[in-house]
Structures are given as structure tokens and as C-alpha cells.
């Protein structure tokens, strides 16, 4: 399994960006996918994630600005950022799990300018 997640930058307070993390070895309708962050001098905490049905759940701190989505034959997970705020900056991570192996992808670093 291999993840690589791309689309992060720098971006002012209010704007938006749009992550992607594409996927190789796994199927997307079965496994849950997850996208985490972790701010410097944090803890990784879980943004966003989505089942193999599609059902989503997200931090409440994102709730109604950030949307989870993915596209089952290409492979690929997104994470639509809008509205965001300083304390959105970190390295945002994707992640899932099969066979009770847990696969990271690189991280992509996301900074929001206030």
C-alpha cells in the first residue's frame, strides 16, 4: 500500500485549497480513509475521514468549512479546505489501514497567513 498526498501550500486567512491523496494497493469502496494534521509542537489529530460506503465524520473545529471526498476508480482522496484559519497550518497526513497495518502517506504542509 502506498499513499502520496500532494496539494498543500501557503495560503491566507479565508482562502481555500484542496488536497489530494492518491492510493495504490488498497480499494477505496472497502477501506476507510482518513486525512490527519498535526500542528508544530502538537500532537497528529484527525481531521477528516470517510468509509468504503462513503459515510464521513470530521473534527468539529472544521466542521462545515473542510469536505472529505474521494473518487473510487482513480484511487484518490480529497480534502476541499474553504475558509481557512492560522490554526489550520500543519503537515496534513493521510491514512488508512488493511490487514491490521496502519500506511501513512508523506504529508503535505499546509500554512495559513493570517
Known amino acids: 500500500v502506498q499513499l502520496q498526498a500532494s496539494g498543500g501550500g501557503l495560503v491566507q486567512a479565508g482562502g481555500s485549497l484542496r488536497l489530494s491523496c492518491k492510493a495504490s494497493?488498497?480499494?477505496?469502496?472497502?477501506?476507510?480513509m482518513t486525512w490527519y494534521r498535526q500542528a508544530p509542537g502538537e500532537q497528529r489529530e484527525l481531521v477528516a475521514n470517510?468509509?468504503?460506503?462513503?459515510?464521513?465524520a470530521y473534527l468539529d473545529s472544521v466542521k462545515g468549512r473542510f469536505t472529505i471526498s474521494k473518487d473510487n476508480p482513480r484511487k484518490t482522496m480529497y480534502l476541499q479546505m474553504n475558509g481557512l484559519k492560522p490554526e489550520d497550518t500543519g503537515v496534513y497526513y493521510c491514512?488508512?489501514?488493511?490487514?491490521?497495518?496502519?500506511?501513512w502517506g508523506q504529508g503535505t504542509l499546509v500554512t495559513v497567513s493570517s
Open positions: 470517510i468509509s468504503g460506503s462513503g459515510v464521513t
Open positions: 494497493g488498497i480499494v477505496l469502496s472497502i477501506n476507510t
Open positions: 491514512w488508512t489501514r488493511r490487514s491490521s497495518s496502519n500506511f
